[in-house]
């Protein structure tokens, strides 16, 4: 068989809008503040959230795969 279309092959890269990053942060800032600072899901949730609000912040950067990318 021969392919003719080769970037079937490449997944596409996924592209993170700053507003949902943003939303999703004040989201789960919302769940962090019910939970309380003490509860080890609000720990987990608090350091998605970092990853959020950095995300946010750095509207020059590329998401590529599990890697953000400054330009």
Known sequence: MIVTNTSAFVPES???DASEARWASEELAMLIA???L???VGMVLRQARRELASLAQSATATVVGPFR???
């Open 38 to 40: 003490d509860s080890p």
């Open 69 to 71: 990318i400054a330009a």
């Open 34 to 36: 019910r939970l309380g």
């Open 14 to 16: 996924p592209a993170i």
